[in-house]
């Protein structure tokens, strides 16, 4: 059962990385490195509790990946560009510093 979750999320964080960092070479090699890497180094662990906590910290490294990371492209010596994915984009709340009636929830 444990290596089915072991498994499980390492395929989530290649799919996440391949998402995070689309279109750069670069960034997508390093992070296949270091994920294959840290997976490897563990791979003959057989504590039940060590494995479980490997597995919690697999698991916030994916989270804070695909709601944090933001690419950025140089675009002049002085210029970067941000490519913020949709799904980080978020509705923005207008803030109303003394809301009428009609503003309030």
């Known amino acids: 059962m444990l290596m089915k979750k072991v498994l499980k ?5 290649h799919r996440t990385r391949q998402e995070v960092f689309k279109n750069d070479t670069r960034a997508l090699e390093a992070a296949r490195q270091k994920i294959n890497e840290e997976f490897k180094n563990n791979q003959n662990e057989t504590s039940a509790e060590k494995i479980n906590e490997l597995l919690k910290i697999a698991s916030d490294v ?3 990946l695909r709601t944090s990371v933001i690419q950025a ?6 210029k970067i560009l941000l490519v913020p994915r949709k799904d980080l984009l978020q509705d923005n709340t207008p803030y109303f510093d003394k809301p009428t009636k009609e503003h309030q929830s």
Do not use: A, N, R
């Not at 999320?9 to 964080?13: M, S």
């Open 9 to 13: 999320l390492f395929k989530l964080l």
């Open 62 to 64: 994916e989270v804070i």
């Open 73 to 78: 492209v140089h675009t002049d010596s002085d």
